[in-house]
């Protein structure tokens, strides 16, 4: 099992609608996550990072994370064509060397229609 | 502006060439990050490094190498081992301490 897991999608959802990503992890021990998003041909943007469960707000964007479901999810409220992009989930955690490795979810590629 | 610059943004190698992507950072971050993107895939890992003069083998580290000989630089040298370079090269840095990592814009290597 991968450590961090995501649909690779493609969504595709109407100029509006609430946007749901999704992706699971596999080890609860480390809950430092983030969720980037990705244009075609360019760097990932980091959109939000949290930590442990609950919620995160920023303008139409929410960061969850559920803890007893090994789950996080990124909702896009209001989705306008410009948020058509490949999103990517991401967990921090230590490694044996004591340095901090960053894994990565295979993205999920969303697409909004006006 | 502070940032994270990868050059140059294309790259064609021969077969059987080396051939070194630039990373530089003036963000003041410890760690840095190299990973590698293939058409719709996710970010694989291939090399980190916490700190100056060390680094660590990421999950795809085979037929590439790198050097951190200064906090602002971590180039990667893709060799001729490496038996299917062509893709999308990312390089990331991370404030020692912080969750947040931020990214170049890559550079997108192919074989010629």
Known sequence: ?????????????????????????????????????????????????????????????TAQVDKSSKYISLFIRDSQPSDSATYLCARRRPTVYGAQKLVFGQGTRLTINP | DGGITQSPKYLFRKEGQNVTLSCEQNLNHDAMYWYRQDPGQGLRLIYYSQIVNDFQKGDIAEGYSVSREKKESFPLTVTSAQKNPTAFYLCASRRGGYTEAFFGQGTRLTVV
């Open chain 1, 1 to 61: 099992q991968k450590e961090v897991e995501q649909d690779p999608g493609p969504l595709s959802v109407p100029e509006g609608a609430i946007v749901s990503l999704n992706c699971t992890y596999s080890n609860s021990a480390f809950q430092y996550f983030m969720w980037y998003r990705q244009y075609s041909r360019k760097g990932p943007e980091l959109l939000m990072y949290t930590y442990s469960s609950g919620n995160k707000e920023d303008g139409r964007f």
